[in-house]
């Protein structure tokens, strides 16, 4: 039987909690609600007066293909890095979870470009793949004529690849964790009855960890669709010609250089809409194809 806390001040756990109320408030509500806000009015140039328009600044936003253009994008961009991410953490994670010596020293190392901060990772893979002075940029652009700040194409597969290789190491700590609840004694049992590592993986060991890879294929997109900011605007600033430039650089891009302030204000709020719409389908849907080891 579980006791409960108890405090002999009463006032005690309200101060406990009252940082995280106040950080809280302060960096989500307050801005999520002046968002909000801003998403009705129309500010000019200067910010000097607003007015209210209703629902003008969102039928403005459907009315113009290059926004409609830039969701297909980052829906294609975000589907491409939660698979490569995910893939790859997986991987990374079977095999340390193989290796007997020096566990912990690989783990770490996988671990470490966790640490690094978007837009560091962003400036490291455009300095190996810049076409100019890049490491391998400079073979790639004479080989095969790489050139991500004149080709579309090459610019997307650019912040990709900074975006994939900077989440890596989030889903490798879970994967890693998830392999090491899996029971040893059914791996053995497959292995008696003559499966290969092959089918011992597809039929064990990946049904007990679908409630992870549930979690990390939600925890990815709206990482793709929110966090990546920091990536693209170090590596590309949305270019070549709007190339790279996905939902949530876009409200940068309107708010601050463009200073649509109304309108880019509204994205923020449709960007939301999507996240929240995006994580209730897979919840909905998703987990009736999800494997629960155990249960209640």
Known sequence: MLKRAHFNNPVLPYLLILPQIVVTVVFFFWPAGAALTQAFMVTDAFGQSSRFVWFE???????????????????????????????????????????????????????????????????????????????????????????????????????????????ISYNFVF???????????????????????????????????????????????VYAFFETFGVIHATTEGGPGGGTSTLVYKVYSDGFVGLDLGGSAAQSVILMLITVALTFVQFKFAEKRVHYNGGS
């Not at 100019?132 to 991500?148: A, I, K």
């Not at 890693?176 to 290969?196: F, R, T």
């Not at 064990?204 to 990815?220: A, C, D, G, H």
């Open 175 to 221: 994967f890693l964790g998830a392999l090491q609840s899996v029971p040893k004694s059914l791996i053995e049992a497959a292995c008696i009855d003559g499966a290969g590592p092959a089918r011992r993986f597809f039929v064990v060991t990946l049904p007990i960890l679908s409630p992870t890879v549930f979690f990390l294929l939600v925890m990815n997109f």
């Open 57 to 167: 600044n969102f039928s403005v936003i459907f009315s113009v293909p290059e926004y409609k253009y830039a969701f297909f994008r980052t829906l294609s961009f975000s589907t491409l890095v939660t698979m490569i991410s995910m893939g790859l953490g997986l991987g990374l994670a079977l095999l340390a979870a193989r290796v007997l010596r020096f566990r912990k020293l690989f783990s770490t190392l996988i671990i470490w470009p966790y640490a690094v901060a978007p837009a560091t990772a962003g400036i490291l893979w455009m300095f190996l793949f810049h076409p100019t002075f890049g490491t391998l940029g400079q073979s790639m652009h004479d080989w095969f004529g790489w050139n991500p700040t004149l080709n579309p194409a090459h610019a997307m597969a650019l912040v990709v690849i900074a975006a994939s290789w900077k989440q």
